[in-house]
């Protein structure tokens, strides 16, 4: 439901059906499909995302996949039944032309573009190890988001020195950075800092591209990465598009702006963190 939900609102604020289906990595044609629905039950596109409560969302869900009501179909269900088979076959470099062949003599007769689906999103298939570019958008229309490693603090409850770790807002256009400084990189930190980065720039940006950090991306992937559910709603009551896409890089890898960033602030507070102690108790700092 979280999914046609994102789908709907960002339909609703005029984006077009492609763009929808590269910000939520839904394909075009399930993207149409929920839209169609949403208007055979109402929706109109200039009403606003009031439309979406739970009792539309449930009669979209109903009526857009009846026989699917967790997103899957069978020969997905089948596939994740092979996860541990598919994965070493994967590993040991065989084609998908050749798992697909070799499905078939077990007897788990599925499509090539379902398998190859499943292999990309599920097995990491065909990763490229390559820096994601990210072109700079319009002024205050795109914030990247990353953490970077501060220093040791003395906590002033423990005495203990600890690390410090600084959820990194910077702005595309302008590169004026936020810091919000941090012991842990849980998702209530994250949404914490996400709503102190708000206020320090007087609004929310359209669209935040976070790096593979656990808290946000469940299942990193070059293409298909899995948002957490938590913070894809967090997103929706904020108003912002978290663009998945060029925030998961593979195997950990960051966007070219977001290292810069992070190798700034990293290099800065090792010149500066030493002469504080304890996190301050305001919401973050700002670099120029």
């Not at 940006?205 to 957490?228: G, Q, S």
Request: charged share 25%; glycine share 10%; proline share 5%.
């Amino acid at each position: 439901m979280i999914e046609i939900k994102e789908v709907l609102r960002l339909w609703l604020q005029g984006r077009s059906q492609r763009d929808v289906s590269k910000l939520t990595t839904v394909d075009r044609k399930t993207v149409r499909r929920y839209v169609e629905t949403a208007q055979a039950c109402g929706v109109d596109r200039g009403g606003g995302v009031d439309q979406l409560t739970d009792e539309l969302l449930a009669a979209v869900v109903g009526g857009a996949r009846p026989q699917r009501p967790y997103g899957r179909g069978a020969s997905w269900q089948a596939l994740a039944g092979q996860h541990e088979q598919l994965k070493l076959w994967v590993e040991d470099g065989l084609t998908l032309t050749k798992v697909h062949v070799l499905l078939g003599r077990r007897g788990i007769v599925v499509s090539y573009r379902t398998l190859h689906r499943y292999a990309t999103t599920e097995l990491g298939f065909g990763r490229r190890r390559a820096t994601v570019p990210v072109l700079d958008g319009d002024p205050g229309s795109e914030v990247q988001v990353d953490f970077g490693k501060l220093g040791l603090v003395t906590d002033p409850v423990s005495g203990k020195r600890r690390v410090v770790h600084g959820l990194i807002f910077t702005a595309v256009y302008s590169r004026h950075m936020f810091v919000y400084p941090t012991h842990e990189q849980t998702l209530e930190e994250v949404i914490a800092g996400f709503d102190c980065a708000w206020a320090f720039f007087d609004g929310v940006f359209a669209v935040a591209i976070p790096d593979n950090m656990k808290a946000i991306v469940d299942h990193a992937d070059a293409t298909e990465p899995r948002l957490n559910d938590a913070f894809r709603e967090y997103a929706q009551a904020r108003g912002f598009v978290i663009d998945p896409a060029r925030g998961a890089p593979p195997s950990g890898q960051a966007s070219g702006g977001a290292v810069r960033a992070v190798c700034a602030v990293e290099l800065l507070c090792r010149r500066r963190l030493p002469r504080h102690r304890g996190l301050p108790h305001q919401c973050g700092g700002v670099v120029s």
